[in-house]
C-alpha cells in the first residue's frame, strides 16, 4: 500500500509560478512512476508528466511547452512539479499517482492522493 498526499496548491496571478509536492510513503517498491495529472471544473481528468522511480526519465503531456517541469526527491520520498508561466487555464485540482510504467494513462496508476487546487486568476 502507498499514500500519496500533494501540497503546494493556491491562488497565483497569470504568469506566476507553483511548486507542487507529492509525498510517497508506504512500500517504494510497489510502483515505478509517479504521474502528476489534473481536472479542470466541467473537464475529464488529463495527465500532466510522469517520472520513473529508477533511472529518473520523464514523460510529459504535449500542451506543457516547457512551462512545467518534474522532478523528484528520492531521499524523501517526494515528487515535484514546478509550474512556471501559469494561464487561467491550468485551474484545476492536481493530483499525483504512483503507477507500473512510465505513461500518461491513468489506468496504469493504483494509488492517488486526495489532490491539491491550483487557480490562477487575476
Known amino acids: 500500500q502507498l499514500q500519496l498526499v500533494e501540497s503546494g496548491g493556491g491562488l497565483v496571478q497569470p504568469g506566476g509560478s507553483l511548486r507542487l509536492s507529492c509525498a510517497v510513503s508506504?512500500?517504494?517498491?510497489?510502483?515505478?512512476?509517479i504521474g502528476w495529472f489534473r481536472q479542470a471544473p466541467g473537464k475529464e481528468r488529463e495527465g500532466v508528466s510522469c517520472?520513473?522511480?529508477?533511472?529518473?526519465?520523464?514523460v510529459y503531456a504535449p500542451y506543457m511547452a516547457g512551462r512545467f517541469t518534474i522532478s523528484r526527491d528520492n531521499a524523501d520520498h517526494t515528487v515535484y512539479l514546478q509550474m512556471n508561466n501559469l494561464n487561467p487555464e491550468d485551474t484545476a485540482v492536481y493530483y499525483c499517482?504512483?503507477?507500473?510504467?512510465?505513461?500518461?494513462?491513468?489506468?496504469?496508476?493504483?494509488?492517488w492522493g486526495q489532490g491539491t487546487q491550483v487557480t490562477v486568476s487575476s
Open positions: 499517482a504512483a503507477g507500473r510504467v512510465l505513461w500518461l494513462q491513468q489506468y496504469t496508476y493504483d494509488y
Open positions: 517520472i520513473s522511480n529508477t533511472d529518473g526519465d520523464t
Open positions: 508506504g512500500s517504494t517498491v510497489d510502483y515505478y512512476a
